[in-house]
């Protein structure tokens, strides 16, 4: 299992918009002008980010691990914490 901040730094890499600085170890985003940092209640979306840019092989691939994940949990694979998407992502 990996922890939260190793689940954070493998989203990072997956988006181009969005960078890890090390100097105060956090993510921002940036798109064009405009930028800020990646807040704690924002990772999910950060998931449905990267779920985005999947293709239709890889998107099915992502939801047979993300249900086998959320199989042992009360949780439907559709309500997902951003925890559990990133696992799958990754």
Do not use: F
């Not at 960078?19 to 990646?38: E, F, M, P, Q, T």
């Amino acid at each position: 299992m990996k922890t939260d901040q190793e689940l954070k730094l493998a989203l990072v890499k997956m988006l181009p918009e969005i960078y890890w600085n090390s100097i105060d170890d956090c993510a921002y985003w940036i798109v064009g002008l405009r930028h800020g940092r990646v807040l704690d209640t924002e990772w999910l979306h950060v998931c449905w980010l990267v779920e985005q840019t999947l293709s239709g092989m890889q998107m099915l691939k992502y939801q047979r691990i993300l249900s086998h994940i959320c199989e042992n949990s009360t949780l439907r694979a559709t309500h997902a914490t951003w925890q559990q998407r990133a696992t799958a992502l990754c």
